[in-house]
């Protein structure tokens, strides 16, 4: 099982045969002292993991790594990106992409696709191809 914090940048990895835990902690950029919950989610704050995609051989977490208002500004610019980023069952990221639209996503590892249901351009679904070098960063 995982689990993904949507405000801080971290996993929670469990095993349920072994009911071992794995707490992944990214070097990221601390809350300012003394935030209570509700400041925690206030649009000025970083979110982090946006959504997940579990398969078979890897889990793939969305990723946005910016503040709420930043990503609507640069959705109206037109400089839309988030990130996939992929995980083997143990924690350990695999690789990252970038994709140039924003919204919600699945993974279909057979055929080596990513579909993103856009949520900036009405009525879009787009497809990536795993297998593209072009929105592959290592």
């Known amino acids: 099982m995982v689990f993904a914090y949507k ?16 707490n992944i ?4 950029p601390k809350l300012a002292e003394g935030l209570d919950d509700v400041a925690t989610l206030e649009p000025t704050n970083i979110t982090h993991f946006w959504g997940m995609s579990p398969k078979i051989n890897y889990f793939w977490m969305l990723y946005s790594g910016r503040k709420p208002i930043d990503v609507m500004r640069d959705n109206k610019l037109k400089k839309k ?8 069952w143990n924690g350990n990221p695999i690789k990252r992409y970038k994709l140039d639209d924003w919204g919600y996503f699945c993974v279909d590892e057979n055929n080596s696709k990513i579909y993103l249901v856009s ?13 593209d070098t072009i929105n592959s960063i290592d």
């Open 7 to 22: 405000y801080f940048k971290r996993l929670k990895v469990i095993d349920f045969q072994t009911m071992r835990e794995r």
């Open 25 to 28: 902690i990214f070097n990221a």
């Open 81 to 88: 990106y988030i990130f996939v980023e992929q995980y083997d």
């Open 119 to 131: 949520t900036v351009k009405p009525y879009s679904l787009i497809m990536y191809n795993l297998n």
